[in-house]
């Protein structure tokens, strides 16, 4: 999965974020401690967030605020979440391989491990 640039990159301060978000800033660094949002850090040790980090903090906000999910619940859903887009992407691109195989052939498998993937179309 390939992002732009300047959406990965550390452009704002804390306070800037707290201020577009309507939060704290300790809980910015809440969710830092807790190892749900990672912000840049400068040589003078300042946060720096990027707009990815933002997102990511929409989400939490959206998780906690309006589904109720405790911090280490939205801890469990964004691992998982990043498994998820993992795991799409490797399916992605063995379609990707399955329709070019121009034998008859209707499945392809792939050996990354001791596991077999099998993909059928």
Do not use: W
């Amino acid at each position: 999965m390939s992002l732009d640039k300047s959406y990965c990159e550390p452009v704002y301060l804390i306070s800037e974020v707290a201020t577009i978000l309507d939060i704290h800033p300790q809980t910015l660094r809440q969710y830092e401690r807790e190892g749900l949002v990672l912000p840049s850090r400068t040589s003078g040790k300042i946060r720096q967030y990027s707009q990815e980090n933002i997102d990511t903090i929409k989400s939490i906000l959206v998780l906690t605020r309006v589904d109720g999910v405790n911090l280490a619940g939205v801890s469990m859903i964004l691992k998982l979440k990043t498994k998820i887009d993992i795991l799409e992407d490797i399916v992605s691109k063995h379609e990707e391989e399955l329709s070019k195989n121009t034998t008859n052939s209707k499945a392809l498998v792939v050996t990354t491990s001791q596991f077999d993937i099998v993909i059928y179309e």
